[in-house]
């Protein structure tokens, strides 16, 4: 079952601009990991911020978390060509062998206009 | 070798038919994941092995059988499927097996399955 929404849904953008996806979740957890999938192909690990993180940092890439919502973002700045593609969130829930069960958002269908 | 591989690329199959999915990992990772995706959608957990064990299977239909022969080694055989299965499979590791602290998985590329 799908634990996640994304938001939005797709976002178009100016190579050079700032590209924001939200994510909310339903259950508490330990963990959260953002993915990107090219069309077609196989999700590719961003980056992971544990549940007691506020912020994590990997390149171009910003993570938040607020364990209070229930909600996430990413931000990737100084958006790329390359940077075309979908986003997801996933979740690992708490509890006796929940972890790397992950369940993933609906995604964000991202596009970076030359 | 950091990557995880499948194989084929692309399979076309008819309700009748009888075929296999591969995939294979050399990281030495125990845990081992098969996952539907529907077009547009996000990827839909089916099955797990840690330890070469089958540890979760989410409500597979029986037409769908997972193989586990070795520690790098996942198998999906695929039996009397219909129209709506066609997807794209993916196969994923992790580093630990399941139940431990959630790591990272790391995704093969899949497999365009189409039924006919």
């Known amino acids: 079952s799908q634990q996640g929404e994304e938001d939005p849904q797709a976002l178009s953008i100016q190579e050079g601009e700032n590209a924001t996806m939200n994510c909310s979740y339903k259950?508490?957890?330990?963990?959260l990991q953002w993915y990107r999938q090219n069309s077609g192909r196989g999700l590719v690990h961003l980056i992971l911020?544990?549940?007691?993180?506020r912020e994590k940092h990997s390149g171009r890439l910003r993570v938040t978390l607020d364990t209070s919502k229930k909600s996430s973002s990413l931000l990737i700045t100084a958006s790329r060509a390359a940077d075309t593609a979908s986003y997801f969130c996933?979740?690992?829930?708490?509890?006796?062998?929940?972890?790397?069960?992950?369940?993933f958002g609906g995604g964000t269908r991202l596009m970076v206009k030359p | 070798d950091t990557e995880v591989t499948q194989t084929p690329k692309h399979l076309v199959m008819g309700m009748t038919n009888k075929k296999s999915l591969k995939c294979e990992q050399h990281?030495?990772?125990?845990?081992m994941y098969w996952y539907k995706q529907k077009a547009k959608k996000p990827p839909e957990l089916m099955f797990v092995?840690?330890?070469?064990?089958?540890?979760i299977n989410e409500s597979v239909p029986s037409r769908f059988s997972p193989e586990c022969p070795n520690s790098s080694l996942l198998n999906l055989h695929l039996h009397a499927l219909q129209p709506e299965d066609s997807a794209l499979y993916l196969c994923?590791?992790?580093?630990?097996?399941?139940?431990?602290?959630?790591?990272?998985?790391?995704f093969g590329p899949g497999t365009r399955l189409t039924v006919l």
């Open positions: 092995y840690s330890y070469e064990k089958l540890s």
């Open positions: 259950t508490s957890i330990n963990n």
């Open positions: 996933a979740t690992d829930g708490l509890g006796n062998n929940a972890g790397n069960m992950l369940t």
């Open positions: 990281m030495g990772h125990r845990a």
């Open positions: 911020i544990r549940s007691n993180e």
């Open positions: 994923a590791s992790s580093p630990r097996g399941y139940g431990r602290t959630t790591d990272t998985q790391y």
